[in-house]
């Protein structure tokens, strides 16, 4: 009886060991700084993402939230906790590219498998194993865009504004270029840094080009602010940009001045692409009270993307959680049809483009990705 008690307490302390037993899983976001909008987003779809599938392989999952300020330091040392302190198996993050090339350094290696919602400068997850993502990258979008500009706009001339700062940014506008002047568009570009607030140099510049367009490759904030002080300079022509103006505020800030803007996303919550799409659309507005952005509809995909790895490897050792990341094919997300090319890191998608419509951003246009080649 002694020994049968002695095996009854010890299978009793397994038991209880195992329901309090978590699976942690990081999530590197800028909560605060300057592109903070981007993070809140992308939280609202993890924490959705969480409510609706909070264990897997019969373990409770629990997310570990850290801020990198919009900084690539931060975004560093964030990591290095995450993994570090918090024993993160596998991480969410970080969602501008700067930050993504940063982290993505550290999880190389410790070997512990990211995956960005957002980033989209080549450079994530190029020469990369553990490093990948639920988004298109820089090329695709910076040809769509050009695509988009000469045979639906008829656009032949335009300034490009590239923040320098931004790995994001000079990438899509070197995307964006070699693309117009296959199609014999001129271009003048010119430059600025994140956080600038005048813009009148550049767009001297750009009116004194006989600019039909002004493109400016950055985030919601400058993007904003160069539209406002264009229209206020007279400026008629179009204004586009890519997915970095995909955030509440570019409205906010900009108000009528981003009316009729055109830029290129991934998503857009009118045009589901697969069952999951609306119903993630339906489970969004029913907790938040809105309609999803791109940005919520990524970090929701990034979430169950890795959550479907662990149950793919049936296991959480990070080696193998990454080796299962790269294995995903034909994955149903929000955003569409997932499939993570193994060598890369990168899934191909179809790019759509959303404008500024009543200060909503409106469906606009999709572009394949078999017609972008």
């Known amino acids: 009886m002694r020994k049968f008690g002695k095996l009854l307490v010890v299978a009793l302390l397994l038991s209880s060991l195992s329901m309090f037993a978590v699976i942690k899983i990081g999530a590197l976001l800028p909560l605060t700084g300057g592109v903070s909008a981007f993070g809140d987003l992308v939280k609202k779809g993890i ?3 969480h409510e609706e599938k909070g264990t897997v392989l019969g373990q409770k999952i629990e997310v570990v939230y850290m801020d990198t300020r919009s900084e690539k330091t931060e975004a560093a040392n964030g990591i ?28 190389e290696k410790k070997k512990v498998p990211m995956v960005s919602p957002s980033s989209t400068n080549p450079l994530v997850t190029q020469g990369k194993k553990f490093v990948s993502r639920v988004c298109f990258i820089d090329p695709l979008q910076g040809t769509a865009l050009a695509e988009f500009a000469v045979k639906t706009l008829k656009i032949k001339k335009a300034t490009v504004f590239t923040d320098v700062e931004q790995d994001y940014s000079v990438g899509l506008s070197n995307y964006f270029i070699e693309r117009f002047k296959k199609y014999g568009g001129q271009v003048l570009q010119v430059q600025y840094k994140s956080g600038d607030q005048e813009f009148s140099a550049q767009l001297s510049q750009a009116l004194a080009f006989g600019s039909e367009a002004i493109v400016v490759t950055g985030y919601y904030n ?59 659309v339906e489970a969004f507005v029913k907790k938040y009270g809105v309609k999803p952005s791109t940005l919520s509809a990524l970090g929701y995909d990034a979430y169950m993307l890795i959550v479907e790895a662990i149950e793919r490897s049936k296991t959480t050792k990070p080696e193998l959680i990454a080796t299962a990341i790269r294995s995903i094919k034909d994955f149903q997300g929000a955003t569409g049809v997932i499939s993570i090319d193994p060598n890369t890191g990168n899934p191909t998608k179809d790019v759509v483009i959303l404008t500024v419509k009543n200060q909503q951003f409106a469906f606009a246009a999709k572009i394949s990705a078999s017609d972008l080649k």
């Not at 906790?81 to 969410?92: C, N, Q, T």
């Not at 890519?242 to 009118?270: C, M, N, R, T, W």
């Open 80 to 107: 290095a906790r995450l993994i570090d302190k918090e024993g993160v198996i596998a991480v969410i993050g970080e969602v501008i590219s700067g930050n993504s090339i940063a982290a993505g350094e550290i999880a």
């Open 222 to 280: 400058e993007i904003a602010l160069v539209a406002q002080q264009a229209r206020s300079l007279g400026f008629k022509g179009y204004i586009l940009a890519g997915d970095g103006a995909d955030a509440p505020e570019l409205i906010k800030i900009g108000g009528q001045a981003v009316e009729g803007i055109y830029f290129s996303d991934h998503y857009h919550p009118d045009a589901p692409v697969t069952p999951v799409s609306k119903k993630f």
């Open 47 to 49: 924490e959705l993402a």
